[in-house]
């Protein structure tokens, strides 16, 4: 093995390894101690975070912040990957910014230059339109980290009627028409909660030990499951009929899946069970459908856009 590939291939070792010696390392490869020596140096100066540790226990590590071994991507491959990362920059805030762009920088910097010439061609004529929002949601990355770790977070947060302190255990974050939303297990309400990331005024890991939840079968993946938790409410049947523009505005509604059914035809209906306590929210949302949408049932529900509509007319009569 020359010295290059095997360079490159105790990077790998050394990435997969938490902790090792060089006497490990010299067997696994075959060399001497002294080679290994000189090769873990060659390793650090090309920026491989290794520090070592003195005693009868000691040996090297890699520091969390590591270095990725090399990976060859096709053309297209390296296009693709270029296009998902860029598009995010829509997003004023991510949990990862710097990091993103960091990231996208040494990637198109590395690129041969026929594939960056055809990016740069290509910059303008692709995208990925998010509307631009003025909100701030600089917890991001505490959210992210209390979601993964499973930790109880307590943030400062302002809904629609107050600003309150409250004790939350994430789920994840996910971003929608350029707004961040962060599903928890809410202490003060017993259920989960979806809360505004930009409505978050402080989040700090919670220091008066109430214990979390095993909420570890619970992601964004399974989010119809989400509200599986929630105290036991009365539930109203919906049906509501759609014309084509009706589908196409309910499929990008992140709540509808379940709900909506879609004809041949290209026209469908939404169908199930919501909450009493939604109606508002379905009032509102399907006023916004115009006629669209035509509501069969709940009588509820129709009753509550009419009062929506009234005190609307109310401000221009």
């Given amino acids: 093995m020359n010295k290059s590939q095997r360079l490159l291939e105790l990077m790998m070792a050394v990435n997969r390894k938490r902790k090792f010696t060089v006497k490990e390392l ?20 090309l920026g491989v975070p290794l520090y070592s540790e003195v ?98 977070l307590l943030i400062d947060y302002e809904s629609k009627e107050l600003r309150s302190s409250r004790l939350i255990q994430p789920v994840g974050i996910y971003a929608s028409s350029g707004l961040w939303y962060c599903p928890a297990y809410c202490f003060l309400r017993g259920e989960i909660r979806v809360f505004r990331c930009d409505r978050i005024y402080s989040a700090v890991y919670d220091d008066s030990r109430v214990e979390p939840l095993d909420l570890r079968q619970i992601h964004l993946g399974n989010r119809e499951d989400l509200f599986k938790m929630e105290p036991e409410e009365e539930q109203l049947k919906l049906y509501v009929e759609l014309s084509k523009e009706g589908v196409q505005r309910c499929e990008a509604e992140l709540w509808s899946p379940s709900r909506l059914h879609i004809l041949e035809d290209g026209t469908g209906r939404l169908e199930g069970d919501i909450p009493r306590s939604d109606l508002p929210f379905f009032a509102k949302f399907i006023i916004g459908l115009g006629d669209a949408a035509t509501v069969q049932e709940p009588a509820e529900l129709v009753d509550e856009m009419k009062r929506l509509l009234v005190r609307l007319l109310g401000k221009y009569s």
């Fill in 26 to 45: 010299a067997g696994e490869f075959n060399v001497s101690s002294r080679t290994i020596l000189r090769d873990l140096q060659e390793l650090s100066e």
């Fill in 55 to 152: 005693g009868p226990h000691g040996g090297y590590q890699v520091l969390k912040e590591r270095i990725l071994p090399p990976i060859a991507f096709t053309e297209e491959e390296a296009v693709a990957i270029f296009f998902a990362s860029h598009a995010l920059r829509h997003y004023a805030v991510l949990p990862f910014k710097a990091e993103s762009s960091s990231a996208l920088r040494k990637f198109y910097n590395n690129l041969s230059g026929d594939v960056r010439d055809r990016i740069d061609e290509m910059k303008n004529r692709v995208d990925f339109v998010t509307p631009i929002r003025q909100a701030e949601s600089p917890y991001l990355s505490i959210l992210l980290e209390g979601a993964i770790e499973q930790k109880v």
